[in-house]
């Protein structure tokens, strides 16, 4: 079965930088764009950034343009998120979800940032 | 990319129809035939319950329909029941390659 699995949340200072990954399994991951998705809490979704099944398009948020960096590495399933000179409002939690439109998605990591 | 327009709140009584309206532009719901749905319920991941305006995923109720009219796309849910008490997203895809999600409802049962 499909499963997508977040990690690498956690608590970070304003400023620091913090790496998301998203373990795929159950597809063929090597054939699915896919997203980032955060959502503050009590909030509604926000659209992160996405990246085409073999990297060759990225695509981001204006809110993270040139902080966030999207990746994916095919040969070990697994889609990355570089969050750089973070700020209180990405305190959030972090989805990562397959495909357009979004038909799997992990069950999330939290990121706090805060000093 | 503004976030699509929805009602923050809907209800309904269980066996009623409610619809949830979801309101962008020619650039993003008007433009193109790729709208989604989303639920969630409190604490769990967002579920796709519609697809491509119209489209339902297999394994969910066809109590739950999709549609659109110019820039506004709307979910119905017929039949409700006390389960369909949660929180639901419209999503589109934008001309910018990128999607946008509404700004999400809340339905009480």
């Known amino acids: 079965q499909v499963q997508l699995v977040e990690s690498g949340g956690g608590v970070v200072q304003p400023g620091r930088s913090l790496r998301l990954s998203c373990a795929a399994s159950?597809?063929?991951?090597?054939?699915?764009?896919m997203h980032w998705v955060r959502q503050v809490s009590g909030k509604g979704l926000e659209w992160v950034a996405v990246?085409?099944?073999?990297?060759?398009?990225?695509y981001y948020a204006d809110s993270v343009k040139g902080r966030f960096t999207i990746s994916r590495d095919n040969s070990k399933n697994t889609l990355y998120l570089q969050m750089n000179n973070l700020r209180a409002e990405d305190t959030a939690v972090y989805y990562c979800?397959?495909?357009?439109?979004?038909?799997?998605w992990g069950q999330g990591t939290l990121v706090t940032v805060s000093s | 990319q503004s976030a699509l327009t929805q009602p923050a709140s809907v209800s309904g009584s269980p066996g009623q129809p409610i619809t949830i309206s979801c309101t962008g532009t020619?650039?993003?719901?008007?433009?193109?035939?790729?709208v989604s749905w989303y639920q969630q319920h409190p604490g769990k991941a967002p579920k796709v319950m519609i697809y491509?305006?119209?489209n339902r995923p297999s394994g969910v109720s066809n109590r739950f329909s999709g549609s659109k009219s110019g820039n506004t796309a709307s979910l119905t849910i017929s039949g409700l029941q006390a389960e369909d008490e949660a929180d639901y997203y419209c999503?589109?895809?934008?001309?910018?390659?990128?999607?946008?999600f509404g700004g999400g409802t809340k339905l009480t049962v």
């Open positions: 990246i085409w099944y073999d990297g060759s398009n990225k």
């Open positions: 999503s589109s895809y934008t001309s910018s390659s990128t999607p946008v």
């Open positions: 159950g597809f063929t991951f090597s054939s699915y764009g």
């Open positions: 491509d305006v119209s």
């Open positions: 979800a397959r495909g357009v439109p979004a038909d799997y």
């Open positions: 020619s650039s993003d719901v008007g433009g193109y035939n790729y």
